[in-house]
């Protein structure tokens, strides 16, 4: 994601892949939320991922159900699809953007000096770069070797989790004990099984062999149904580690090698790929000169609160799925709480990411909040303003056709425009209409104008560098 979002700011931009092709092993993670399908649908690609998916209109809090259907979104509902196409569909989008990859081999090592940095591969190769951002996951050699410290919480479960074929029939669905949830359900057109079952002592480090599955099964099923011809089988934990900065000089991290957490509640390829729409646009502007380095502040001073919050939020779902008396209790009156309207929307808002709010300064609501996907009426004809951010280029939509951003119309899109509908936030519900806003390539609102340019020439400063010599 990162690198395609580079490369449609026009940056040099290349991918180390130890992996010699984009084949993973195993289903990985589940799906896709509102937030980050709306992410792609800003650059165009979101039915790649939506025609391969199953939409399902609620998301899931420590396996509690909730609605999203009455989101104002256009994609109010969590995708269901595994992270392999995921990932492929990513790798395919790059490769049309011209992307280079090198793959088979691992980065080893790196010299930064006051110009650039200096990455080593595992083939002998070295490249010379302005920046190196390790989305090399919760090992991070990157984040390792540029110092960075990795404080956190070590697990209190660990799960199992396979594809397999079996002989006899599984009861497919999850099942509940004293030590959590665990669950068979069918992939690959309902010919194959995905289990993932709750190990009784945590364990980490080793690799699981097929008897320690059919033991798990043995002991949550009364049966291991048989189990044969594997094709994947790991460990998982809820492990949770927050990097203390998200860059080192030229250093920057995104996605796992930032943050890990628990699975539960299915967030982590999510932020990662918002980390990534929140970094690319200010390091293309750091390398291109068009904005100080002091604009990569943002993005830890943005990015990191959320991963706290996550990280947070998913030791919450870990502790209310276990399966004790207690935290049965504790999740039955958690159940109850979440079909109120107040506690669903803000559950499912920060789950599904619609609610991420940058603290950008006292102000409109939208401040800081996504730009909703309007339809707005323009000299074109009618727009949707997602499809104005194809480019991954600022906007400003003026509702009022009376601003003027001439010193920086060589980086931001001015758009006269009408609007007639109701304004609506996730969570917030309805707000003012403004008369203006100003929106980021990431799609966050960076100024909202009340009929006048006042604070509009500070924004188009801070966020999108100086006014040209002609302002």
């Not at 690609?45 to 159900?65: N, W």
């Not at 062999?209 to 099923?221: G, I, M, S």
Request: proline share 5%; glycine share 10%; aromatic share 6%.
């Amino acid at each position: 994601m990162l690198a395609g979002e580079l490369a449609l700011a026009g940056v040099d931009v290349a991918i180390v892949e130890r992996r010699v092709n984009q084949d993973l092993p195993g289903s990985r993670a589940g799906g896709l939320h509102a937030r980050t399908i709306e992410v792609l649908d800003q650059r165009g690609i979101a039915e790649r991922f939506v025609s391969q998916g199953k939409p399902i209109q609620v998301a899931f809090y420590a396996s509690i159900q909730l609605d999203v259907s009455d989101f104002p979104t256009r994609h109010n509902y969590t995708l269901a699809l595994w992270q392999s196409r995921i990932e492929r569909i990513l790798a395919d989008w790059t490769v049309e953007l011209a992307v280079p990859i090198y793959r088979g081999c691992d980065v080893t090592g790196f010299a930064q000096d006051a110009s650039g940095i200096d990455v080593v591969l595992s083939d002998g190769r070295t490249l010379r770069a302005q920046y190196l951002v390790g989305c090399d996951g919760g090992r991070s050699l990157v984040r390792k070797q540029a110092g960075i410290d990795f404080p956190g919480w070590d697990p209190s479960v660990s799960y199992l989790i396979a594809e397999a074929s079996m002989t006899g029939e599984p009861q497919v669905g999850m099942r509940r004990d004293d030590r959590g949830v665990h669950g068979i359900g069918r992939i690959d057109d309902g010919k194959r099984v995905r289990v993932v079952s709750v190990e009784r002592e945590v364990r980490h480090g080793d690799e699981p062999t097929l008897d320690d599955l059919r033991e798990a099964l043995v002991t949550v099923w009364g049966t291991d149904y048989g189990v044969h011809d594997v094709t994947w089988i790991s460990r998982f934990t809820d492990t949770t580690r927050q990097a203390a900065r998200y860059r080192e000089r030229r250093v920057l991290l995104a996605g796992d090698a930032a943050h890990i957490h628990s699975p539960t509640g299915g967030q982590g390829l999510n932020i990662g790929v918002q980390d990534a729409v929140n970094l690319g646009w200010k390091l293309a502007q750091v390398i291109k000169g068009i904005s100080p380095e002091s604009l990569l502040d943002t993005y830890q001073a943005e990015r990191h609160p959320i991963g706290a919050r996550v990280l947070q939020n998913t030791m919450a779902q870990t502790a209310l799925a276990r399966g004790d008396d207690r935290s049965n209790a504790l999740r039955e009156s958690m159940t109850e709480l979440l079909t109120m309207d107040g506690p669903r929307k803000r559950c499912a808002g920060m789950i599904s990411g619609l609610d991420v709010h940058y603290d950008l300064g006292a102000g409109h609501p939208l401040l800081g909040r996504r730009m909703p996907d309007l339809e707005v009426d323009t000299a074109d004809g009618p727009q949707r303003v997602f499809t104005l951010l194809h480019q991954a280029r600022p906007v400003l939509l003026d509702l009022g056709g009376a601003l003027d951003i001439t010193p920086w119309a060589d980086r931001v899109r001015h758009i006269a425009a009408r609007y007639a509908g109701a304004w609506e936030i996730p969570v917030i519900g309805a707000v003012p209409a403004p008369a203006a806003v100003l929106i980021r390539p990431d799609g966050h609102v960076a100024w909202v104008g009340d009929g006048t340019d006042r604070g509009l020439r500070d924004a188009l400063t801070t966020w999108f560098g100086p006014a040209s010599a002609a302002g």
